[in-house]
């Protein structure tokens, strides 16, 4: 069974710009979320997807935002990129709501971003 | 403000030690509890879980105990191998996941 693919691994991008970051879960998951782990800071949660319907947002500007297709994929979007923005970011899914009692998440291996 | 703090950034053990991996916890309504192991430039895996109806879960090496009264979490891998050397990750479940900072563990051979 493939796991959770993040693409791309990668990115350098400049300030100002834009980018998507895309997430596509495991076969049957529902459910994607998005975190955003810098050093010192752990991994703080964007937002969650469940059925193409955001079910909770973080406490991140509205720079960022996301979508989720019937497919159960998802995509992130940054705009007007800063510097702090570097940082990695990470896709979870899961078969249910994160707040469902006893869901695990399963994580990509993340999109390294960096802003210059 | 961090609901789910890892205060120890870092741990050494010798292997075949016990290793104790700690996480505080502030909002009650947290019912469901995980540990995740990352190894560098990989997402990352879970580990073990535990209800907040139970004290203890236990798998393989791997024990998590739960002290509510406290609000307090620990994970204890014995013994200790190097392989297990990785940032450990607790979190702790509502409405969304919460995680904490991470402490590093070092299994030295």
């Known amino acids: 069974k493939a796991g959770v693919t993040q693409t791309p691994r990668y990115l350098i991008k400049t300030r100002g710009q834009q980018v998507t970051l895309s997430c596509s879960p495991i076969s049957g998951h529902r459910s994607v979320s998005w975190y955003q782990q810098t050093p010192g800071q752990g991994l703080q949660f964007l937002f969650e997807?469940?059925?193409?319907?955001?079910?909770n947002k973080g406490n991140f500007p509205g720079r960022f935002s996301g979508r989720q297709f019937s497919n159960s994929r998802s995509e992130m979007n940054v705009s007007t990129l800063e510097l702090g923005d570097s940082a990695l970011y990470l896709c979870?899914?899961?078969?249910?709501?994160?707040?469902?009692?006893?869901?695990?998440?399963?994580f990509g291996q993340g999109t390294r971003l960096t802003v210059v | 403000d961090q609901q789910v703090k890892q205060n120890s950034p870092s741990l050494s053990v010798q292997e075949g030690r016990i290793s104790i991996l700690n996480c505080d916890y502030t909002n009650s309504m947290f019912d469901y509890f995980l540990w995740y192991k990352k190894y560098p430039a990989e997402g990352p895996t879970f580990l073990i879980s535990i209800s907040s109806i139970k004290d203890k879960n236990e798998d393989g090496r791997f024990t998590v105990f739960l002290n509510k009264s406290a609000k307090h979490l620990s994970l204890h891998i014995v013994p200790s191998q190097p392989g297990d050397s990785a940032v450990y990750f607790c979190a702790a479940s509502a409405i969304q996941f919460y995680f904490g900072t991470g402490t590093s563990l070092t299994v030295i051979p």
């Open positions: 997807y469940f059925s193409e319907t955001q079910r």
């Open positions: 979870a899914s899961s078969l249910s709501p994160t707040s469902s009692r006893g869901t695990e998440a399963f």
